[in-house]
Structure formats: C-alpha cells, structure tokens
C-alpha cells in the first residue's frame, strides 16, 4: 500500500501553478520578505506550509479603488 504525499516545496513557478498566484506577485512577496524562501544554490524554493501561510495572509476583502 503506497500513500500519496504532497509537494514539500516548490519552485516560483511551481509556487505560481500551484496558488494560482502570478510568478511577478510571488517575486514581489520574496523580496519583500513576506514570503520565506530557501535556496538550494542560487535557486529558490518555497515551502509548501511557508506558501499555505503567506495565501491565509493575504486580505480577505479586495482592495477598494
């Protein structure tokens, strides 16, 4: 019997696909220190729960114009 695991991390674009978030907005969060990154080399991954945490962050209203 095999039990299926989720993703531990993921790349920025696997972090995009998988949040249905945009690469540039995930960018955005990493530099400004809102999403935790860590790097394998120069390359940058991202928690699953480090994501999951940043998503609950986020507003849950949108921004009025």
């Known amino acids: 019997m095999s ?3 989720g993703a531990v ?3 920025l ?3 995009a696909e998988a949040s249905g ?3 540039t907005t995930l960018e955005r969060a990493r530099d400004a ?7 394998v080399g120069r390359k940058p991954v991202i928690r699953a729960v480090d994501l999951d ?6 507003p849950t209203e949108k ?3």
């Open 3 to 5: 039990i299926a695991i």
């Open 9 to 11: 991390s993921y790349t």
């Open 13 to 15: 674009d696997g972090a």
């Open 21 to 23: 978030i945009g690469r």
């Open 33 to 39: 220190g809102d999403l935790i990154c860590h790097y």
């Open 53 to 58: 945490e940043w998503v609950q962050s986020l």
């Open 63 to 65: 921004e009025s114009a």
